[in-house]
């Protein structure tokens, strides 16, 4: 019964690992700068705090926070 209970939990956190990725992709994709770097900012708040609950490893979060975070800051010094 736990088990269930936390599968069902931790699948809605991965889902909203994963919605937050998607939005700073897409507001990499629209090229706007400012709008990217919040939602980054956002992202890397729920990745990491997830992360720390254990529902995904620390350095799976660390290399998403890090990719993302890349592509923003390329975006910025081409804009």
């Known amino acids: 019964r736990q088990n ?3 599968n069902e939990r ?4 991965r889902s ?3 919605n937050a990725i998607k939005g700073v992709l897409l ?3 629209e090229k706007s700068v400012e709008r990217a ?4 900012k956002e992202a890397s708040k729920i990745i990491s705090k997830n992360a720390g609950k ?3 490893h620390k350095r799976a979060a660390s290399r998403k926070i890090s990719g993302l ?3 923003v800051y390329q975006l910025s010094t081409s804009a």
């Open 10 to 13: 931790n699948k809605t956190r």
């Open 16 to 18: 909203k690992i994963k």
């Open 69 to 71: 975070a890349r592509k």
């Open 37 to 40: 770097q919040n939602s980054l």
């Open 4 to 6: 269930e209970k936390r």
């Open 27 to 29: 507001e990499v994709e």
């Open 54 to 56: 254990g529902v995904i």
